[in-house]
């Protein structure tokens, strides 16, 4: 049964009304009339209606004046427009005063039916899509705190569980180096078991923290250091050598030594190769092959193509578009066993593009899988990227000031640029470290030129320059007859506006 509509029917002439309100009465509609616009705003003022069909040329008030009050009073109501045959004006003309469709005179029943049918029908649609959207939105609502509390959650269990796990480990620790007497064969054996599987869960905590960070909109923070490779893939391998050996999988690093440095977070990359590694170790066979190595660099040669390969079981054309979704456990070990909390991968891909690099990963069932990374490599324009845009952009939404200090060594007699020993290189990068804020960006270049990259007015910068300055010289950091000197740029006292900052810093480097 149709469900009934009030419609309100607006004509100066009585014939039109009384025909109308045959045709909507026959239809199944209540329907009540008015001769002109202002005798229809009183009724629509004191009673509801749904639809309103009303002429145009009326006394008093118009068609026109009349769609337009209504529709500044009544937004829902929908409305139909009576025009005469022939009649200058377009059925642009009747929407843009606010009608919803319109019937040309004269007209037969049918008509009629199919105009308040086709608008019933437009407004039922509008209605549930509305209600829908409200649905959605209060799920949608939900379903964010059901998520916050899940991550809050998360982030609470894994900071508890963190310091009895720390005691735990230092106490086995103890044990086993002898401290508490002479442990038999079978006890270190027992005791090296558990301290194994600690280092798993200590892991595994660390992982659900990471997940924790990024699920809250915080993301990973990300410390920039100019880094040989290859140091970061050892650090890697050395880790995970006692389960490479226990599988007997051969690991091949096939990485240049002379590869250029990379500016990327130290400790966030070896996690990377960890986790890739791991995975390898998981799908391949004893006596398999895991490889890293190099693809070269990319189109504009300002990033380097990393790929970690493995012989393993390879990942099947289903999932392999979904292996860095997070919690995705599609893969099994030969065994059938699904292993890892599925967060590893996800993290990787989280970690890699946080160096504005991309990850993908090829394989084909049986014939092992190959992740490929790019990672940028340490140069003017990827401090720009990585440090020097994102630092002015933050700069400049919280209304704070930024500098960079470049610190360089000069030879007292000669009057010329020095490089420092590696020994005493590292010296002074400790100092400079030691000086300096957490959040601040230490970029060594070439053993003869250091950058700060920080949060500081002028004033503030130049006072830590002077520190600096002094700390080196003074506390023998540098060789005798090294002179210390410091330049200071800063946003907004020596550029007044982000533009003018970023090309003046590009001239400061360039100086290099």
């Known amino acids: 049964m149709v469900e009934k509509e009030r419609i309100l029917v607006v004509d100066d002439e009585e014939s039109i009304r009384e025909m109308v309100s045959k045709i909507v009465t026959h239809i199944g509609h209540e329907v009540v009339t008015a001769r002109n616009g202002k005798e229809a705003l009183e009724i629509l003022r004191n009673k509801p209606f749904s639809i309103l069909i009303t002429d145009i040329k009326m006394p008093e008030m118009d068609g026109f004046e009349l769609m337009k009050a209504s529709r500044a009073e009544f937004p829902d109501l929908y409305i139909i427009c009576m025009t005469a045959h022939g009649a200058s004006y377009t059925y642009t003309?009747?929407?843009?005063?606010?009608?919803?469709?319109?019937?040309?005179?004269?007209?037969?029943?049918?008509?009629v039916r199919a105009k308040l049918n086709r608008v019933i029908r437009e407004r039922n649609l509008i209605s549930d899509l509305t209600q829908k959207s409200v649905e959605l939105e209060a799920a949608n609502a939900e379903l964010k705190r059901l998520d916050q509390l899940k991550s809050s959650f998360i982030s609470s269990v894994s900071h508890e569980l963190r310091t009895p796990l720390t005691v735990i480990k230092e106490f086995i620790s103890l044990m086993l180096e002898g401290y508490v007497g002479t442990?038999?064969?079978?006890?270190?054996?027992?005791?090296?078991?558990?301290?194994?599987?600690?280092?798993?869960?200590?892991?595994?905590?660390?992982?659900?923290?990471?997940?924790?960070?990024?699920?809250?909109?915080?993301?990973?923070?990300?410390?920039?250091?100019?880094?040989?490779?290859?140091?970061?893939?050892?650090?890697?391998?050395?880790t995970l050598s006692q389960q490479l050996g226990e599988k007997?999988?051969?690991?091949?690093?096939?990485?240049?030594?002379?590869?250029?440095l990379?500016?990327?977070?130290?400790?966030?990359?070896?996690?990377?190769?960890?986790?890739?590694?791991?995975?390898?170790?998981?799908?391949?066979?004893?006596?398999?092959?895991?490889?890293?190595?190099?693809?070269?660099?990319?189109?504009?040669?300002?990033?380097?193509?990393?790929?970690?390969?493995?012989?393993?079981?390879?990942?099947?054309?289903?999932?392999?578009?979904?292996?860095?979704?997070?919690?995705?456990?599609?893969?099994?070990?030969?065994?059938?066993?699904?292993?890892?909390?599925?967060?590893?991968?996800?993290i990787t891909k989280e970690i890699i593009e946080g160096h504005q690099g991309s990850i993908h990963a090829e394989s084909k069932p049986g014939s092992g899988a190959?992740?490929?990374?790019?990672?940028?490599?340490?140069?003017?324009?990827?401090?720009?990227?990585?440090?020097?845009?994102?630092?002015?952009?933050?700069?400049?939404?919280?209304?704070m000031s930024s500098s960079i200090i470049r610190v360089e060594f000069w030879d007292q007699r000669t009057k010329r640029e020095m490089a420092l020993s590696h020994e005493s290189?590292?010296?002074?990068?400790?100092?400079?470290?030691?000086?300096?804020?957490s959040?601040?960006?230490?970029?060594?270049?070439?053993?003869?030129?250091?950058?700060?990259?920080?949060?500081?007015d002028k004033t503030m910068a130049k006072e830590i320059g002077e520190r600096v300055q002094a700390k080196l010289t003074q506390g023998g950091y540098v060789p005798k007859g090294t002179e210390v000197q410091f330049k200071t740029y800063s946003y907004p006292k020596d550029a007044p506006t982000k533009e003018d900052f970023i090309k003046g810093c590009r001239l400061l480097l360039k100086e290099d």
Do not use: H
């Open 248 to 260: 007997g999988i051969i690991f091949e690093n096939r990485f240049d030594p002379e590869t250029p």
């Open 262 to 346: 990379v500016l990327i977070d130290r400790n966030r990359l070896v996690e990377v190769f960890i986790n890739l590694i791991s995975n390898g170790i998981k799908f391949t066979p004893p006596g398999g092959k895991i490889i890293i190595d190099s693809r070269g660099l990319t189109e504009g040669r300002d990033y380097l193509k990393v790929v970690v390969a493995d012989t393993g079981i390879g990942i099947s054309t289903e999932d392999l578009p979904k292996i860095f979704d997070r919690f995705f456990q599609g893969q099994k070990t030969q065994a059938g066993i699904v292993m890892g909390t599925g967060l590893g991968l996800a």
């Open 425 to 437: 290189w590292e010296g002074v990068i400790y100092a400079i470290q030691k000086m300096v804020r």
């Open 439 to 456: 959040v601040d960006t230490i970029i060594p270049f070439q053993s003869n030129m250091i950058y700060i990259f920080c949060f500081n």
């Open 93 to 111: 003309d009747v929407v843009t005063f606010g009608a919803t469709d319109y019937i040309t005179k004269p007209f037969t029943i049918d008509e």
């Open 370 to 399: 190959s992740f490929v990374f790019t990672l940028p490599l340490f140069g003017v324009n990827t401090l720009y990227k990585l440090l020097l845009n994102p630092m002015v952009e933050e700069a400049e939404k919280d209304k």
């Open 183 to 238: 442990l038999t064969e079978d006890q270190k054996e027992y005791l090296g078991i558990a301290n194994k599987n600690i280092v798993r869960l200590t892991n595994l905590i660390e992982t659900l923290l990471d997940f924790s960070r990024i699920e809250s909109g915080k993301g990973l923070k990300l410390k920039f250091e100019p880094t040989p490779l290859i140091e970061v893939i050892e650090d890697a391998s050395m």
